[in-house]
């Protein structure tokens, strides 16, 4: 796991944008997982700018996100479908047909579960997984003490998570209280993954994850056993982080990221 600490919110945003647009030119075909939430209406928009102004190409480029809600139709305004159409899709060229999201209206949820394993690795299995944090530390939908080698599946959200969503959601009446989501061990799948973490309220949860114990309590601890796991979070998010001296020092003198010193300033 490789920790890269910058100052601001936006700072930290741009530079998840670039290493995404940075594997899309590099692979046009890329498979991209993806996730939804505030901390990625930012990074979406700056996508979609890099394709206005970059002439950055979605147009060969799959993408599978990591959850839906059970019961919510995609035209849904507090649907996933409906948030990643808004989002990044409506503003990039992306063949709608290459973006899949589970099924949370099927008839039979866990045959439409296996479904979307059966299409991931058709797809070759996923390049670079994008993923935020929940306050209690779950990725996708995986609540506490789901199980580390977990597969896509149906998950009831405990009480914090449907308050955490619920001013996505109009409120906390309206959030279903269960979800599609990608398990642990299909987002570990990932060839790649990269974590957008910002602001204070996730800086306890975030140093749990990234140098506590693994842990189904805390499912973002599970990226630790990732060989290419990337976590990007601004200095409000790192602040319960042990190791910034040397994490910062990493960004600062590993030729890689010597292109992108102007976040420092």
């Known amino acids: 796991m490789e920790v890269i600490i910058l100052r601001t919110r936006e700072q930290a945003t741009v530079l998840t944008a670039?290493?995404?647009?940075?594997?899309?030119?590099q692979k046009p075909t890329l498979v991209l997982g993806l996730a939804t939430g505030r901390t990625m209406e930012r990074l979406y928009c700056?996508?979609?700018?890099?394709?206005?102004?970059?002439?950055?190409?979605?147009?060969?480029?799959?993408?599978?996100?990591?959850?839906?809600?059970?019961g919510l139709p995609p035209e849904s305004p507090y649907s996933y479908r409906y948030y990643m159409n808004e989002h990044l899709f409506k503003r990039v060229n992306i063949?709608?047909?290459?973006?899949?999201?589970?099924?949370?209206?099927?008839?039979?949820?866990?045959?439409?579960?296996?479904?979307?394993?059966?299409?991931?690795?058709?797809?070759?299995?996923?390049?670079?997984?994008?993923?935020?944090?929940?306050?209690?530390?779950?990725?996708?939908?995986?609540?506490?003490?789901?199980?580390?080698?977990?597969?896509?599946r149906q998950k009831a959200l405990t009480p914090d998570t449907i308050r955490q969503n619920a001013s996505l959601c109009g409120g906390e009446e309206n959030v279903p209280r269960r979800a599609v989501t990608m398990g642990v061990g299909t987002i570990l799948d990932?060839?790649?993954?990269?974590?957008?973490?910002t602001g204070s309220t996730k800086a306890h949860i975030?140093?749990?994850?990234?140098?506590?114990?693994?842990?189904?309590?805390?499912?973002?601890?599970?990226?630790?056993?990732?060989?290419?796991?990337?976590?990007?979070?601004?200095?409000?998010?790192?602040?319960?982080?042990q190791g910034r001296e040397y994490y910062n020092w990493i960004f600062r003198n590993e030729p890689e990221w010597s292109e992108h010193q102007d976040l420092t300033r």
């Open 18 to 25: 670039r290493l995404i647009a940075r594997a899309l030119r």
């Open 206 to 241: 975030l140093a749990k994850a990234v140098e506590g114990p693994i842990t189904s309590m805390v499912t973002a601890s599970a990226l630790q056993l990732h060989p290419s796991c990337r976590v990007i979070v601004d200095a409000e998010a790192a602040a319960f982080l």
């Open 95 to 152: 063949d709608l047909r290459n973006t899949h999201l589970p099924d949370g209206m099927a008839a039979d949820i866990d045959a439409a579960c296996r479904q979307y394993e059966t299409q991931i690795v058709e797809c070759g299995g996923i390049d670079i997984q994008l993923l935020g944090i929940g306050s209690d530390g779950h990725i996708g939908f995986n609540e506490p003490l789901s199980a580390l080698r977990s597969r896509t």
């Open 46 to 70: 700056l996508l979609g700018n890099m394709h206005r102004d970059e002439r950055l190409d979605f147009s060969l480029c799959r993408t599978f996100n990591l959850d839906e809600y059970i």
């Open 190 to 197: 990932a060839k790649r993954c990269l974590m957008l973490v």
